[in-house]
């Protein structure tokens, strides 16, 4: 069995001599001291055994983060220590089929469950309305969350949404912006398929000008050119005067 030397520093973990200048050499915030490694795989065995996550395995108190290394996965908790109110273990790597699958900036949620909710049961509580289910389920949207209550048979929204059921989604295609080319979807009422935001486009008529050619005044011989009016070829003022021709003098 071998000796330690009396004025050796020792990892709390595996009681093994530390080299302070080595890479791997750690002293966390609560002042003891590791090996990188070690205190690394404490803190993953604390998430799989759902206690706290950045707990120092030696005197038991909460610590700070510690600062990544090449060769071990980034971890948000461990690294930034960010727990969030959901205790969610955010980091790039998903840990398995008992950690919610909720993703946000290339990160997921990875908080555990025992029963998971949402669509194929892949969710944790917080995030169980992320996805829409699918038929049968009421897809209303508030914000980035779905209703997802159980609709009655036949039925496309749940009894708290029922208003909507001939509701029609609104197929405005965005023409810039981070959305351009997908169309807007939002529920309305409204027969042209417009949301409230996008009812203003329902009536444009692009490209179309008056074609009524001014037979006195300061512009006699000139074509009007105002925005057409709805579906016709004449402007809200010369609309009224048109009668058979296709081209009016006024």
């Not at 709390?12 to 003891?32: P, Q, R, V």
Request: hydrophobic residues 30%; contains cysteine; charged residues 25%.
């Amino acid at each position: 069995m071998s000796m330690n030397k009396p004025d050796e520093i020792l990892c709390a973990c595996c009681k093994c001599a530390l080299d302070t200048s080595d890479h791997l050499y750690i002293k966390i915030s609560c002042g003891h001291e590791y090996h990188y490694d070690c205190i690394y795989d404490a803190f993953i065995f604390n998430r799989k055994r759902n206690a706290t996550i950045l707990e120092c395995p030696y005197c038991r108190l909460i610590v700070g983060h510690i600062p990544e290394k090449d060769g071990f996965d980034f971890d948000l908790t461990i690294h930034k220590g960010i727990l969030y109110t959901t205790d969610s273990s955010w980091a790039k790597k998903h840990y398995g089929k008992h950690n919610c699958f909720y993703k946000m900036d290339d990160l997921y949620c990875n908080k555990f469950f025992a029963y998971g909710f949402g669509k194929d049961q892949k969710y944790c509580n917080i995030h169980k309305n992320s996805e829409f289910i699918g038929l049968g389920y009421c897809p209303m949207v508030k914000g980035v969350k779905y209703c997802n209550i159980h609709c009655d048979d036949g039925k496309k929204y749940c009894f708290y949404h029922a208003k909507y059921e001939n509701s029609l989604e609104c197929n405005y295609i965005y023409e810039k912006g981070t959305k351009k080319g997908q169309i807007c979807k939002k529920i309305t009422m409204d027969n042209n398929q417009k949301c409230t935001l996008h009812s203003k486009h329902q009536t444009a008529v692009p490209n179309k000008t008056c074609i009524a050619v001014f037979k006195k005044g300061k512009n006699v011989g000139n074509i009007c050119g105002k925005k057409a009016h709805n579906d016709t070829e004449f402007c809200k003022t010369h609309s009224p005067l048109v009668n058979q021709l296709n081209i009016i003098n006024v």
